[in-house]
C-alpha cells in the first residue's frame, strides 16, 4: 500500500529557513499536501500541489516537488517562533481519495 | 473563518460501552471523512461520506463503527462496543471542492 515518509525532527534557529522534506511510495499520488498541527489543536491544511506541477509559491510557504524521485519538500522563508509546530505530509490519488499521512515532523524553532 | 467543529474534546468510556462522536462540518461542504490518531501512531483514514452514503472506508472501519448525517449539520461516528485499541484521537474533516479536507479539533477517546 501507499506509504510517507517524513524525517522526524528539525531545529532552526528564528530568521533562517526551514526545509522539510517527504517522501512518498505511490507513483499515482496525484495531490500532495502539507498540514500543520500546533499543540491541542486540529491539523491546518497549510497547502497542496498536483502532481503535475513542480513547485508552488505561496507567501512564506515554498513547495517543491520531484515526481521521479517521489519527494515532496515544504521550506519555511524567515521561520518564527509561532511555526513551532508538527507538519505532516500527505498525499491522496483522486479527489475526495482519503488522504495518507506521513508520520509529521516536528518543527523547533529557536530565538 | 468557517471552521469545523467537534464535541466532546474529551471523551472517557469503559471498555464494551457505546460512543458517538459529533462534528458539524463547514456548512456548504459536501464531503465528510473521519480519521484516527493513535498516541505515537500516523494519522489513519477510517471512512468518507458523500452524498448521504459511505464512499471509502479502510481496514480499521469494521462493523463495530457507523457514520451518519442525522440531520443537515451533524456528521457522526459511533463506536458500538469500544475496545481498549479505540483509545485515539478522532478527527473530522470536510471538503467542498473533494481535495482539500478542513480537520476539525479532534475528540480524544479514552477506553478504560
Known amino acids: 500500500g501507499e506509504d510517507v515518509e517524513q524525517s522526524l525532527f528539525l531545529s532552526v534557529r528564528e530568521g533562517d529557513s526551514s526545509v522539510i522534506n517527504c517522501t512518498y511510495t505511490?507513483?499515482?499520488?496525484?495531490?500532495l499536501y502539507w498540514y500543520k498541527q500546533e499543540p491541542g489543536a486540529g491539523l491546518q491544511l497549510l497547502t497542496y500541489?498536483?502532481?503535475?506541477?513542480d513547485m508552488k509559491q505561496d507567501q512564506r510557504l515554498t513547495v517543491l516537488l520531484n515526481k521521479k524521485d517521489k519527494h515532496l519538500s515544504l521550506r519555511i522563508a524567515d521561520t518564527q517562533t509561532g511555526d513551532s509546530a508538527i507538519y505532516f505530509c500527505?498525499?491522496?490519488?483522486?479527489?475526495?481519495?482519503?488522504?495518507?499521512f506521513g508520520g509529521g515532523t516536528r518543527l523547533m524553532v529557536k530565538p | 473563518e468557517p471552521e469545523v467543529t467537534q464535541t466532546p474534546s474529551h471523551q472517557v468510556t469503559q471498555m464494551g460501552q457505546e460512543v458517538i462522536l459529533r462534528c458539524v462540518p463547514i456548512?456548504?461542504?459536501?464531503?465528510f471523512y473521519w480519521y484516527r490518531q493513535i498516541l505515537g501512531q500516523k494519522v489513519e483514514f477510517l471512512v468518507s461520506?458523500?452524498?448521504?452514503?459511505?464512499?471509502?472506508k479502510s481496514e480499521i472501519f469494521d462493523d463495530q463503527f457507523s457514520v451518519e448525517r442525522p440531520d443537515g449539520s451533524n456528521f457522526t461516528l459511533k463506536i458500538r462496543s469500544t475496545k481498549l485499541e479505540d483509545s485515539a484521537m478522532y478527527f473530522c474533516?470536510?471538503?467542498?471542492?473533494?481535495?482539500?479536507?478542513?480537520f476539525g479539533p479532534g475528540t480524544r477517546l479514552t477506553v478504560t
Open positions: 456548512s456548504n461542504h459536501l464531503y
Open positions: 500541489i498536483f502532481s503535475n506541477m
Open positions: 461520506f458523500y452524498n448521504n452514503e459511505i464512499s471509502e
Open positions: 500527505a498525499e491522496s490519488i483522486y479527489a475526495g481519495n482519503m488522504l495518507t
Open positions: 474533516a470536510s471538503s467542498e471542492t473533494s481535495y482539500e479536507q478542513y
Open positions: 505511490d507513483s499515482s499520488s496525484t495531490y
